[in-house]
């Protein structure tokens, strides 16, 4: 087996590169897509439920793009071809996207939108462990870290920015449903996300397989979607130890972030803009304006992200990634509980500043311990496995989060907001049972 060599910096940067592209398009999506659906009509109860693309894309796209990209060896490499394809695709769906002139045209492009960013992105975990040794793996998942709070900062604040600092007009297109903004927003993303991928295809060389007969071995025993369907099972049923503690910690992270991600503009178009759901018309102005608003605040934990990565890699050689992110998270379930206090729109930033230093950990030392943890040979799968733990929760929040601020919260979307700082506060006390050194 041969050793892998330590990375320079700017090598593991271009490899990295990529994640600035998929996040600029992830970024787009989330902080954009309640308001979209609030402008083709969507009521605040039915917003979760229309999210529910998202994370069963993910549930059913991550595991099987894990398992074939470690079965893939082609003239691109192991990975690069899915960033490839992914990437071809996510462009078209954000192009496609602003053009949206119905509620459920813009479902269904979300689902194609998530479904070829998860192509993308889930072989980008897997190509950090494929190309670093284990010294060198918290560094690689930072600089991703890095790379994804600066897509998301300019991905965010986009529509704000060409209103603001471009003299592009507020108001929707000619047809009459999506805002000018939005758009150009959208077509950018679609740009920046294909060339950003394209500059780490081209940049970073991918290993071969470290064992190419047993590689052999592992590709003609696939039996294909049954072979697939066999080893999800013995997967999940054989998860390392620490990766079960872990799936419990991301279960109560990412159902705070969903409830984010999906209440956050209504909740301070009610709260800080004084907007009320009852007046049809007023509200279209009043979420135009908070998700403008929006897109600023997701920016700014975003790029709080992007500075934090580089004090978590400095964390990283001095403090254990246990440590580093239990405090992180709980940091952040402070910032989430805050906005119910919050009535400028200014000071939603500080709320903001607390979510950022935990989303930066979230983006990195979960994947730093576990990849510490997994057989190489199926680490693609492993990592789509545990990204069930990532979508689960997102699918019980579109589930049921409608119902619950509907029937028992009145229709106050900040109460989605509290349940959320709630979850990640508990995230953080789950971090207590990690083992980080249990081993496969």
Known sequence: MNEKQSLSFWQIWNMSFGFLGIQFGWGLQMANMSSIYSFLGAKEHELSLLWIAAPLTGLIIQPIVGYMSDRTWTGLGRRRPYFLIGAILAS????????????????GLLWILDASINVTMEPFRAFVADKLPAEQRAKGFSVQSLFIGLGAVIASAMPWLLINWFGVESGT???????????????????????????????????????????ERMKADSRGMGGFLVELGNGIGSMPKTMRQLAVVQFFTWTALFCMWIYWTPAIARQVFGGDPSNEAAWKTVIEEAGAWTGICFATYNLVCFAFSFILLALSRKFSSKIIHLVCLMIGGVGLISVMFVTDQQMLLVSMTAVGIAWASILSMPYAILSSVLPPAKMGFYMGVFNFFIVIPQVIVSLTMGKIVGSVFGGDSMMAIIIGGVAMFIAGFCMLIVDEESSF
């Not at 078209?92 to 479902?107: E, F, G, N």
């Not at 449903?177 to 500059?199: C, D, N, Q, R, T």
Request: proline share 8%; glycine share 4%; no cysteine.
């Open 92 to 107: 078209i769906a954000l192009v496609a996207m602003p053009h949206s002139s119905t509620l459920w045209m813009a479902v």
């Open 173 to 215: 297109t000619e047809d009459g449903a999506i805002p000018k903004a939005v758009m150009i927003s959208f077509h950018i993303g679609a740009a920046a996300l294909f060339v950003a991928v394209l500059y780490t295809i081209m940049t970073t060389p991918e290993y071969p397989p470290e064992d190419m007969e047993e590689f």
